[in-house]
């Protein structure tokens, strides 16, 4: 059975960091390509990171410079660094795995909240 579990979500200021995870069982994310999507409320989900099995990495213009996506593979554990946040990078943060830049895969995490005070 695959589980991905996120944690790392919180209230920070605007110009703050935060730094959320992705624990896998069940999965191989070395193997896989990951993926961290988030859905504010009013707005449709959106991708804002994704690493390939190759671990090449890339963000959408919105978070580029800002968030930078991570593996760490003896832990099968994924992360999302995010730095310079905003009041408009509130939302629920999910993990993914089995995806693509253009479709979401399989397997979703939880979520987390992420909010961002002005």
């Known amino acids: 059975q695959v589980q991905l579990v996120e944690s790392g979500g919180g209230l920070v200021q605007a110009g703050g960091s935060l730094r959320l995870s992705c624990a896998a069982s069940g999965i191989s994310f070395s193997d896989n390509n990951v993926a961290w999507y988030r859905h504010a409320p009013g707005k449709q989900r959106e991708l804002v990171a994704l690493?390939?099995?190759?671990?090449?990495?890339n963000s959408p213009d919105v978070v580029k410079g800002r968030f930078t996506i991570s593996r760490d593979n003896a832990n099968n554990t994924a992360y999302l660094q995010m730095n310079d946040l905003t009041p408009e990078d509130t939302a629920v943060y999910y993990c993914?795995?089995?995806?693509?830049?253009?479709?979401?895969?399989?397997?979703w995490g939880q979520g987390t909240h992420v909010t961002v005070s002005s």
């Open positions: 690493i390939d099995k190759y671990d090449a990495a």
């Open positions: 993914n795995t089995l995806g693509t830049w253009t479709h979401a895969g399989t397997y």
